[in-house]
């Protein structure tokens, strides 16, 4: 890894220098919620997946989802980090109506997981290292509504108790690019450990933003924090956005308040929520109705034994085994359905040819008809199949996207449509002579051409593939052509 290079912005009196940390929260992916037996199945009706535990009902006690630990340890390990054998969850005290505990339960001073580091790819092929500062556990709090009624409110507790993992970063990336990229690499770790399924549309994956600017060489500036962005594209808005605003609030001479700000998605602006609260503020000490929390090793090596093969590994497998680019392989790795598709294409025959086919003819289909790879039209098996036909001659590069085509639309195995509609590639050599014969009878002209400027036998094989319906073998076609032209 190349050292890495200083990225600046430009304001009106010199250069800034941008730091940002994330604080993101993951929704453990699990049935039940951290606490108690009650489900975390997200799309129910208001508070139907509530227990007496997660309305905080008198003499209820908390009991540890040994499952929701589970998934934090292997989390943890996927992110290269320090599996802690002790940890302890505390009592993080505000009032929120949506909270009815009056706290949260969550870890502070000693969390399950320490600290980690993940490598980041960005857009230029550049790779940058981000620590990861700690990963602790906590439960969600409920939801407040206030658009049902002019007069009332409306509590729904189904989120209360849900497990969160909070996955803090070091202050290490320094551009929006680098925010984003972390924001996702983040997302596909966990998705390929299963730990959270990162669907952030429906809240269980999102951002805190921290960022503060300064002058290069100065100390840290003051931070703010802006909650809940729950988008890779908004990530890298609120940092562009909060950047530039204090850069100008700095160079007017003015100071940053240290404070937590919202994002407006609909002008990709941020506003004040609150100032900011410090630690002491929440006046954590140990929850007494939880013990402290004790791992074995055993169950850390079990779980280290059965973890996937991650996105960095997979890439460079790929590489390695399919004979891929680094940035092909870094495209197929970066999903896991995406890989295990490219997989099954790839099963048994040219890596390259397959990779390319994946993504360029098929996810360009599935750009533009806004199609996951779970929905493509096409199964991995038929495509492979496809390049079967390819590879064994039976149809040519260009006869093979006509057949694509037809999957796209018709479905259908390839081998099949083939047969069906006469698309075999012509071999024959007397059928190919006989077409290079009429095409060059019937340019005379052309002939004298290409006779002076062999460069020029492409419009010859063009001709000929024409003449043939785009059925003959273009290499056929091209000695033929060169034999009866008397051109090299």
Not at 247 to 267: S, Y
Not at 323 to 347: Q, W
Request: charged share 30%.
């Amino acid at each position: 890894m190349s050292e890495r290079p200083l990225k600046y912005l430009q304001g009106e009196t010199g250069e800034w220098e941008v730091v940002i940390g994330l604080e993101v929260h993951a929704q453990v992916a699990s049935n039940a919620k951290l606490f108690s037996g009650a489900s975390a199945q997200y799309g129910a009706g208001p508070n139907e997946n509530v227990s007496l535990v997660d309305a905080a009902f008198p003499g209820m006690l908390p009991v540890i989802n040994r499952y929701c630990v589970e998934q934090a340890v292997r989390t943890g390990l996927g992110l290269n980090a320090k599996i802690n054998l002790w940890s302890r969850f505390d009592r993080k005290n505000y009032f929120y109506p949506d909270l009815p505990q009056g706290y949260q339960i969550s870890q502070y001073k000693d969390p399950i997981v320490g600290e980690g580091m993940i490598e980041v790819e960005l857009d230029d092929g550049e790779t940058v290292e981000i620590g990861i500062e700690r990963l602790h556990l906590e439960q969600d709090a409920g939801k407040s509504i206030h658009d049902l009624s002019p007069k009332e409110s409306y509590v729904d507790l189904n989120r209360s108790g849900v497990a969160l993992m909070e996955i803090v970063s070091k202050p290490d990336m320094r551009s929006a690019e680098e925010g984003a990229a972390y924001f996702s690499k983040l997302r596909t770790i966990l998705r390929y450990l299963g730990t959270c399924d990162g669907n952030m549309e429906q809240g269980s994956m999102r951002a805190d933003v921290n960022v503060s600017v300064r002058r290069p060489g100065d100390a840290l500036g003051t931070r703010t924090e802006t909650k809940n962005v729950n988008s890779i594209r908004f990530v890298r808005q609120v940092i562009d956005y909060e950047a530039r605003r204090q850069i100008e609030v700095l160079e007017a001479g003015g100071t940053i308040d240290q404070e937590t700000r919202l994002f407006d998605v609909k002008t990709g602006e941020t506003r004040t929520m609150r100032t900011k609260e410090d630690a002491h503020d929440y006046r954590y000490f140990p929850d007494p109705d939880l013990l402290p929390l004790e791992l074995e090793e055993a169950m850390i090596e079990r779980i280290r034994a059965e973890l996937p093969e991650l996105p960095d590994q997979k890439k460079r497998r790929f590489v390695d085994a399919y004979g891929l680019s680094v940035y092909d392989a870094s495209v197929l790795a970066a999903d896991r359905e995406k890989a295990d598709y490219f997989e099954t294409v790839a099963d048994g025959r040219d890596g390259k040819l397959a990779a390319n086919w994946v993504t360029t003819e098929l996810f360009a289909v599935l750009n533009k008809r806004d199609l996951t790879i779970a929905e493509s039209p096409v199964p991995a098996a038929h495509l492979g199949e496809l390049i079967d036909l390819i590879q064994d001659g039976t149809i040519s590069g260009k006869i093979a996207k006509q057949v694509f085509e037809i999957m796209l639309d018709e479905g259908g195995a390839p081998r099949a449509i083939v047969d069906e509609r006469g698309l075999k590639q012509v071999t024959d050599t007397g059928a190919i002579e006989a077409a290079v014969d009429k095409v060059i009878a019937e340019n005379p002209a052309q002939v004298e051409k290409v006779k002076e400027k062999p460069k020029t036998l492409g419009w010859f094989v063009g001709q000929v593939m024409k003449e043939t319906g785009g059925k003959a073998n273009p290499q056929a076609v091209n000695a033929i052509l060169k034999e009866k032209l008397g051109v090299e």
